[in-house]
């Protein structure tokens, strides 16, 4: 799966979907796609991250309390 980084609007490669999904995680490992080579491994905050739409993750990926209302 792909999503996008924020900041430089490159494309990033999602390593390991289980982090993405696990609201408990606040990082992640990517492979950044910019250029002809492929980026080596690196792990970046959810939060930086949104789908190559500009959309952002759902809630459910990145707060552990998307339930909980106060």
Do not use: I
Not at 54 to 67: F, G, I, K
Request: with cysteine; proline share 7%; charged share 30%.
């Amino acid at each position: 799966m792909f999503l996008k980084d924020k900041k430089s609007g490159d494309l990033v490669e999602v390593l390991d979907p289980k982090e993405m999904f696990n609201p408990a995680a606040g990082t992640m490992s990517v492979r950044y796609q910019a250029g002809e080579e492929v980026g080596e491994p690196v792990s970046v905050k959810k939060t930086a991250l949104c789908f190559p739409s500009d959309e952002a993750l759902p809630r459910c990926w990145v707060d552990t309390h998307y339930r909980v209302k106060f």
